[in-house]
């Protein structure tokens, strides 16, 4: 990835972060949202925003949120960012999150049933 894309993505997803706050959409506000990552094609037409979500979510209503809601976020962010072409966002869910807990979870459970055993 060459570093000016790379700046481009992280100065889209410091933005993307700042206006989801604003979104008034009661889909998009359900459970607590990050933007985790941001990646833009080359030409600067399409940009994958990657979503953590956090909390009870109906995980349908939230995509159909921020479907309605990317028009507006991409007028904004164009008016923000000094780009020649502003990027379709595209929103794709990241489960990492929810993944490192889950496993750590998972360890913590290993790590109480094997204190019971002497050795191993």
């Known amino acids: ?5 790379g700046r481009i993505n992280e100065d ?21 949202l990050s933007i985790t990552g941001v990646d833009t094609t080359g030409d600067l037409r399409y940009a994958k925003v990657y979503v953590s979500i956090l909390g009870d979510v109906d995980e349908k209503e939230l995509k159909k949120g921020l479907k309605s809601a ?4 991409r ?15 595209i929103f794709e869910r990241d489960s990492s999150i929810a993944n490192g807990a889950h496993i750590s979870e998972l360890l913590n459970s290993i ?10």
């Not at 790590?111 to 191993?120: F, V």
Request: charged share 35%.
């Open 75 to 89: 007028r904004e962010l164009g008016g923000r960012l000094s780009l020649r072409y502003t990027p379709e966002l």
């Open 12 to 32: 889209i997803q410091r933005e993307l972060a700042e206006l989801i706050r604003a979104v008034k959409d009661p889909r998009v506000r359900q459970g607590m």
């Open 1 to 5: 990835m060459n570093n000016r894309i």
């Open 70 to 73: 990317a028009p507006w976020l």
């Open 111 to 120: 790590g109480e049933e094997g204190n019971g055993d002497a050795e191993l």
